[in-house]
């Protein structure tokens, strides 16, 4: 089994800056590639940032890129998500996801284990 908790979310004013962390156990942590996504409410659940396994490749959705850095630490077996200038647009459950096998990582098919989700609140 692998098992991913998140934490790091809460009420922040726009403009200010949250770190998510996701604790993940169960499994070696270092061969699978990991990623953020977030649900609004009405919303589809979304792709917002992936890493591989190594840490050496990233990708991020247009609407976080240049606000967002994903990064993770495997020696520690946590996933991270800074996120800085949030917007409340940003509002959402954010949850993380690992792959099981080599897939997409920008699409919520391509993960199998999932967390249960952060929720991250940003006022205006």
């Known amino acids: 089994q692998v098992q991913l908790v998140e934490s790091g979310g809460g009420l922040v004013q726009a403009g200010g800056s949250l770190r998510l962390s996701c604790a993940a156990s169960?499994?070696?942590?270092?061969?699978?590639?990991m990623g953020w996504f977030r649900q609004a409410p009405g919303k589809e659940r979304e792709f917002v940032a992936a890493?591989?396994?190594?840490?050496?490749?990233?990708h991020y959705a247009d609407s976080v890129k240049g606000r967002f850095t994903i990064s993770r630490d495997n020696a520690r077996n946590t996933l991270y998500l800074q996120m800085n200038s949030l917007k409340p647009e940003d509002t959402a459950v954010y949850y993380c996801?690992?792959?099981?096998?080599?897939?997409?990582?920008?699409?919520?098919?391509?993960?199998?284990?999932w967390g249960q989700g952060t929720q991250v609140t940003v006022s205006s």
């Open positions: 169960g499994r070696p942590f270092s061969t699978r590639t």
């Open positions: 996801a690992a792959q099981k096998f080599i897939g997409t990582v920008t699409t919520r098919s391509g993960y199998d284990y």
């Open positions: 890493i591989t396994w190594s840490g050496g490749s990233t």
